[in-house]
């Protein structure tokens, strides 16, 4: 091969994957899904009573705790000092055939994002985009025997207009930072690592599906990786992002709502604790409880904790209930961010999406199990549903507690507010109205 062939075959391995999204975006605005009827979609839905605007009454449900770095974290990572080594032709997955039934979590793209903590060295070390890749450590490393580790859930969708777009990630980056002070693990600068995570989104841009019933998952994680049986902060940690073109996390019943075990037996969260971090081991302790809700014919676990059974948590989501008050009063209502819970940015962003709107009550405040059965006897409960990145809205049909299977009118409303609430988000996620909250990925 002479010089001049291989500086051009370099040239189009360097460019194909911005060859192949020219492509599939050229194709993708001559489907059926093009940019004219989703924008005759968009005046259908703005003719209703819920308007979708680009303010908010409020940026966040509530003030963010801020993120102090140590002291001693040494020098913090910058998006300019990012290198990226791309995937070998040979090292290219095939990508899926049908984006509509993609499972959830079970296919990566080609590329992830690496980025070295090493007190020793300094701090951290510059952030690399590589191939995927198996991860190499130490036996002893810490996330391995005390489970330092925390991880966050993003997604990137791909809108009407082409445009790939992640919704909120600086509340993503907040509450991961959070997690790593609780953790011992070292803190970074969540605008940068969003900035690498871009240029990863740009490179694996031919994974996110060209459809709006799926998107691409985005799974930072942050694992302490000393090479020490010590328990004690980490000296040595690593951050990575992997991505997953996902569909339906989810199974549902014909109706699509989900059935849930409610056993006051088990706890996933207690006070003091990190059930309002994202850290793996608050997961691990649920898998046998959900093998047991399955067991009996039931997709989710509702997590009470106390005496009185509050609702914390629906599987890995928030919970919300939308009911008729003591004074006669619609009124949406989700259990407070007391440390129980983890502060959803679903959560966040339903809160203050409901408030602008001004059509019923929102507030935060304690459920307890005792009050959802006075409310179905009165015929007051309408609607229960879980509410997630994953998922973004899971309506609730039936709940098994104490023995007995509670049915949950969410599904006979009208015009149920989940419905609403789940079409207002994804029209900002996927670009059928400008809002602040989602981010084009350039």
């Avoid at 995570?197 to 990786?225: C, F, K, M, N, Q």
């Avoid at 199990?369 to 990145?389: H, I």
């Amino acid at each position: 091969m002479t010089t001049k062939m291989a500086i051009n075959a370099k040239d189009i391995f360097r460019n194909q994957h911005r060859l192949i999204r020219f492509i599939e975006q050229s194709i993708r605005l001559c489907s059926n899904q093009s940019l004219k009827a989703a924008r005759q979609k968009l005046s259908e839905n703005q003719a209703d009573d819920f308007k979708i605007t680009s303010s908010v009454n409020t940026e966040y449900s509530h003030s963010l705790e801020p993120i102090k770095h140590d002291k001693d974290l040494g020098h913090l990572f910058k998006a300019s000092q990012l290198t990226v080594r791309l995937a070998s032709p040979q090292q290219l997955q095939p990508k899926p055939d049908n984006d509509e039934a993609l499972g959830f979590g079970k296919l990566f793209t080609d590329h992830m994002l690496k980025i070295y903590y090493h007190k020793s060295l300094g701090g951290w070390q510059k952030p690399e985009i590589t191939p995927l890749e198996n991860l190499v450590m130490h036996p002893a490393a810490k996330v391995l025997h005390y489970a330092v580790e925390l991880f966050e859930g993003m997604k990137a969708y791909r809108g009407v207009d082409g445009k790939i777009r992640i919704f909120r990630p600086d509340m993503n980056m907040h509450r991961m930072n959070l997690a790593a002070m609780r953790s011992g693990l070292p803190t970074f600068e969540g605008k940068e690592f969003v900035a690498c995570l871009s240029r990863l989104l740009s490179i694996d841009s031919e994974w996110v599906p060209h459809t709006d019933t799926a998107s691409l998952y985005i799974r930072p994680t942050l694992i302490g990786i000393d090479p020490t049986l010590g328990v004690a902060s980490s000296d040595s940690a690593l951050l990575y992002s992997i991505l997953s073109p996902v569909g339906s996390y989810f199974k549902s019943d014909s109706s699509g709502a989900v059935s849930l075990l409610a056993d006051p037996s088990y706890t996933r969260a207690w006070p003091g604790g990190v059930g309002n971090r994202k850290m793996g081991s608050n997961y691990a302790p649920t898998i046998n409880v959900q093998k047991e809700a399955a067991a009996r014919g039931l997709q989710q676990v509702l997590w009470l904790y106390g005496e009185d059974h509050q609702l914390t948590e629906v599987g890995t989501m928030n919970i919300f209930m939308f009911y008729i008050n003591d004074k006669g009063e619609q009124e949406l209502i989700t259990p407070p961010l007391n440390g129980l819970i983890l502060p959803g940015i679903t959560r966040d962003s339903i809160l203050g999406l409901a408030r602008q709107w001004g059509k019923f009550k929102v507030c935060e405040g304690v459920i307890t199990m005792p009050k959802v059965c006075e409310l179905l006897n009165q015929g007051r409960l309408l609607e229960l549903f879980g509410t997630g990145t994953a998922c973004v809205v899971s309506p609730i049909s039936r709940i098994n507690y104490m023995g007995q299977d509670l049915y949950i009118p969410t599904m006979e409303q009208e015009k149920p507010v989940h419905e609403r609430i789940r079409e207002t988000l994804t029209d900002i996620q996927y670009g059928r109205v400008d809002h602040p909250w989602s981010v084009v990925i350039d």
